[in-house]
């Protein structure tokens, strides 16, 4: 069964470096997402990416990241400069354009910014 | 005002008995979507069933089924014959009307534990 893959499991970096995250949605899916889950909290949507360009973000996400689907099957998001509070859980997400308009998530990468 | 509402930050079931975990949602579109996932110990996040908003029967995927309220805004979980396997925390997630983006609404989750 297709799934979405997300590289790294765990990235610990130093405070003010920057990080890519990276995934790898379902190949035939259009629409792709990012949402993030700090430690014991719910989970945050990020930013929404379809056609190759933006098609939400929400206030989280500022000047400091980015997306981008540099070929045909990665996704990645980057962090400029990191910070103590972007500590946490980075989902990937990917879905069709279906009735259900499910969003399936990779397993996550775990970002610990020291 | 909070999309989705999760009142159950904890539950316990009885292995073989039924839950139900409650949902409530806030929108005033007329299409939505409305999802449930688990997420085990482990992190990743397993999508477990959806409801549209003009669905008109309940939907069910084996054991899950979701009770669906339209009036009263609500969107329930019933594990029916819960397993051990069933303890993690579940999420409802709801999806505002339709087009590009659409990004996904969380609640605060409610954390399931089965008792042997």
């Known amino acids: 069964e297709p799934e979405v893959t997300q590289t790294p499991s765990h990235q610990v970096t130093q405070m003010g470096q920057e990080v890519i995250l990276r995934c790898v949605p379902i190949s035939n899916h259009l629409y792709f997402y990012w949402y993030r889950q700090i430690l014991g909290q719910k989970v945050e949507f990020l930013v929404s990416f379809y056609n190759n360009e933006i098609s939400e973000k929400s206030e989280i996400f500022d000047d400091q990241f980015s997306v981008e689907r540099p070929d045909g099957s990665n996704f990645t998001l980057k962090i400029r400069s990191t910070k103590l509070e972007d500590s946490a859980m980075y989902f990937c997400?990917?879905?069709?354009?279906?009735?259900?308009?499910?969003?399936?998530f990779g397993p996550g990468t775990r970002l610990t910014v020291l | 005002a909070q999309k989705i509402t999760q009142t159950q930050p904890g539950m316990f079931v009885q292995e073989k008995e039924a839950v139900t975990l409650d949902c409530t949602y806030d929108?005033?579109?007329?299409?939505?979507?409305l999802f449930w996932y688990k997420q085990p110990s482990s992190g990743e996040m397993i999508f477990l069933i959806y409801q549209g908003s003009y669905d008109q029967q309940n939907a069910t995927e084996g054991r899950y089924s979701l009770n669906f309220q339209k009036a009263r805004k609500s969107a329930n979980l019933v594990i029916s014959a819960s397993q051990l396997g069933d303890s993690a925390m579940y999420f409802c997630a709801m999806r505002e009307g339709i087009g590009t983006g659409n990004q996904f609404y969380f609640g605060t989750g409610t954390s399931l534990t089965v008792i042997p």
């Open positions: 929108t005033s579109d007329p299409s939505y979507g």
């Open positions: 997400a990917s879905r069709q354009r279906t009735s259900t308009d499910t969003q399936y």
